[in-house]
């Protein structure tokens, strides 16, 4: 099949439809859309895309990502983009021993201490913007998480806050007092009713705001702060995994709270949390 626009049109809606199905989110789609026309778009339209050979395949990736030095994961996912591509619209297995995936460095993740986030909330004038750093710190949301918040899932009385997660799915997590306090005094201050569905709305009041609009504002504040660069908004969900392990609390608990569908991924947290000053059978003096 020629890779002519309207085949590429056909072949990228036949791709959400099928992950549609699959419960996958948008921002899955939106992944997987911009690493297959970025794949598509390096090949004329002459070519028949169903039939490039596996080894065509895997030089496109070695030199658009891995010379280009994309990081691993971004190639992961190029990878499971192109794969997806040709199983759904050609029925076609590509060979993992051909295209494999790439081995992953996991990193201890970078937390903020408690001193620096208190002085970023005290020192924060807009409400708006003290909620989603609370929400994160507090909470452990993720941004998609804090701007697609709904009103209806705030539960004060119970501690206790509905999230809807990765692939849609639901949990609940810790609602400490501090954010009831000032998500009421953000409620009051923009006349927000349990009427209105989400919490942050978009600038055109229809739908819940852009996530990139939240990062956007810390990327603000890490440069008007001069934070290290390997701080992220991200990185306020880290801190409050670690801190929750630091002051006792349950692993299961803490994976269910973060919506981690393995222990494993909820394991990394130990290794920032242990205090080595403590440690059972070692002596310093």
């Given at each position: 099949?020629?890779?002519?626009?309207?085949?590429?049109?056909?072949?990228?809606?036949?791709?959400?439809y099928t992950l549609e199905l699959g419960g996958k989110s948008e921002k899955t789609f939106h992944n997987y859309k911009s690493h297959i026309n970025r794949f598509l778009n390096s090949f004329s339209e002459n070519i028949e895309i169903n039939k490039l050979s596996e080894d065509k395949i895997a030089d496109y990736f070695i030199k658009n990502y891995i010379q280009k030095n994309k990081c691993a994961?971004?190639?992961?996912v190029g990878i499971?983009?192109?794969?997806?591509?040709?199983?759904?619209?050609?029925?076609r297995k590509l060979n993992k021993d051909v295209l494999p995936s790439s081995k992953i460095?996991?990193?201890?993740?970078?937390i903020i201490s408690k001193q620096l986030f208190i002085k970023l909330v005290n020192e924060e004038s807009c409400l708006k913007y003290k909620c989603f750093l609370l929400l994160s710190f507090c909470c452990g949301l993720r941004?998609?998480?804090?701007?697609?918040?709904?009103i209806e899932n705030i539960l004060p009385q119970?501690?206790?806050?509905?999230?809807?997660?990765?692939?849609?799915?639901?949990?609940?997590?810790?609602?400490?007092?501090?954010?009831?306090?000032?998500?009421?005094?953000?409620?009051k201050e923009q006349k927000i009713?349990?009427?209105q569905g989400f919490l942050f709305v978009s600038y055109n009041k229809e739908g819940h705001i852009n996530p990139k609009s939240i990062t956007n504002y810390f990327s603000a504040l890490k440069i008007a702060y001069d934070l290290d660069k390997n701080i992220s908004f991200h990185s306020l969900r880290h801190s409050f995994?670690?801190?929750?392990?630091?002051?006792?609390?349950?692993?299961?608990?803490?994976?269910?709270?973060?919506?981690?569908?393995?222990l494993n991924t909820t394991n990394i947290y130990l290794h920032i949390a242990l205090n080595f000053n403590e440690l059972e059978g070692i002596k310093y003096v």
């Open positions: 099949m020629k890779n002519t626009e309207k085949n590429k049109n056909k072949w990228v809606e036949k791709v959400k994961s971004t190639l992961n499971a983009s192109v794969r997806f591509f040709y199983s759904v619209c050609f029925q460095t996991k990193k201890i993740p970078t941004v998609e998480e804090v701007a697609t918040i709904k119970e501690h206790k806050l509905k999230v809807l997660g990765k692939g849609n799915k639901e949990r609940y997590t810790i609602l400490p007092d501090i954010v009831t306090k000032f998500l009421r005094m953000y409620c009713t349990r009427k995994a670690t801190y929750y392990l630091m002051n006792g609390g349950n692993m299961i608990t803490l994976k269910n709270m973060l919506g981690h569908a393995h």
